[in-house]
């Protein structure tokens, strides 16, 4: 096989693996959505981290905003409710964008809602908001560098990019009689299936640099990254 033969097949395979996780992934959120996870929306970032504690966006009267992946719409009404000039708000799920509708018109609030991969041209606006945030949606990208790419490009300058995700580490150890133990390779990067309430998802576990080479090389100014845990399980593992 020639060099050029090689780097096609290598473009054709990441290009099957991408459309099996859309497809993978899009049937898992349109026929299980957040019944088993459950939405992890604003004001919480995750399980330790709140927008009330960090103050990550502050103020946001007058603002545009963009949410990635916006699931069923519960961080969208927490920034409706705060004087925003535009909600936007994009996910690859019919379903999870259907209800993000619902939610927020019962909640008599309004954003223009996209359904799309992250990873895709979707028509929303260049140069255009404030701020972009997601939350607990960044990693299912089969393409961070593209996704950190195009999400520069819906910023103004001096835009803002606020995130959350699952912190690698915890995909790797276990908590397993009062000790932890290391049971996956941080280092490995492969896609892998997870079985979920009888849904299948697709899913990576990308190292923490990772993350920060990909905002680097897009050209974003990392102003924070924030690592909590849960004081006393820390304390119950330290002690025993
Ligand atoms: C854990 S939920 C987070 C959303 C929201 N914070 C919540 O808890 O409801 C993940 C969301 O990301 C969406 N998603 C997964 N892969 C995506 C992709 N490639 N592009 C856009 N959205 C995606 C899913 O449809 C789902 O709504």
Redesign the pocket.
Known sequence: MTAEEMEKTIREDHHDEKYS??KT??F???TK??DF??????PFYGAFISEEKCHLFGDVTGKKLL?????????LQYHGERNVSELWG????E??IAKAKQHLTECGLSAKLIC?????DCGIPEDYFDFVY????IG???DLDG?FYRIASYLKKDGFFIFSWSHPIHKCVAAENDMLTFNKCYFDESWYSVSLDGGVLSLSDRKLSIYVNALAKTGFVIEQMIEESDDDLFSCILRS
């Open positions: 996780v859309y992934n899009s898992y959120w349109n959505g957040n996870l459950g939405a992890i929306a604003l949410e990635i992946g916006c699931g069923n719409g519960q961080s994009m996910d690859i799920s379903k999870q799309s991969p992250m990873e895709e997601s939350i607990y949606a299912w990208t089969t996704t």
